[in-house]
């Protein structure tokens, strides 16, 4: 017996891969993605059409499931050729491995394959400027603003902005920055 090889065609910019004899196959696989927390996320797996196969979403090697309160769905077509994940606003605990299994119900041994992609969830981080930008100082003088990471997913970048009032006042300053303070002086 031999195997015939599968078909690859272009359309629309995707590319579709035809089997024969009932070898399973995506369409479209997940990709990796990253969300930051309460933001909106989705991984997206296809199949091509068939009455015999499903579409499974699993998170962390567990079924996926709805939780009930819309925030996050498991959405797809009548075909059951897509399948979507979608979550409306993102937990860091949502972060994680998402595999999506395509079996074909009519083999003896449910033949399946995979593909996975990871949900990275970035946490935003509370940044606490010390003394107040508000606070008045002597002209000439020295005034140091410390800025210090309380939470969130680094690596932090700190970025100091000045808007210049007067433009008769020359400035210095100096930036001292680590991985989560930065101080401008």
Request: aromatic letters at 8%; hydrophobic letters at 45%.
């Amino acid at each position: 017996m031999w195997a015939v090889p599968c078909l690859l065609s272009w359309a629309v910019a995707a590319l579709l891969v035809v089997c024969a004899h009932g070898q399973l196959s995506f369409f479209q696989r997940p990709i990796n993605d990253t969300a930051i927390v309460g933001m909106s996320a989705s991984l997206v797996c296809q199949s091509l059409p068939s009455n015999d196969t499903v579409l499974e979403w699993f998170i962390n090697n567990a079924p996926a499931v709805p939780d009930g309160t819309r925030r996050v769905l498991l959405t797809g077509t009548g075909d059951t050729s897509l399948l979507q994940v979608s979550f409306t606003s993102v937990l860091e605990s949502d972060a994680g491995l998402y595999t999506c299994r395509l079996t074909n119900v009519s083999t003896p041994n449910n033949e399946s394959i995979e593909a996975s992609a990871y949900l990275t969830v970035l946490v935003a981080p509370v940044a606490l400027v010390t003394p107040s930008p508000n606070n008045p100082v002597i002209v000439n003088g020295i005034a140091t603003f410390s800025c210090n990471t309380t939470a969130g997913t680094p690596p932090f970048t700190f970025a100091w902005l000045q808007r210049v009032i007067s433009t008769e006042t020359a400035v210095t300053s100096g930036v001292n920055s680590s991985a989560t303070t930065s101080s401008l002086t």
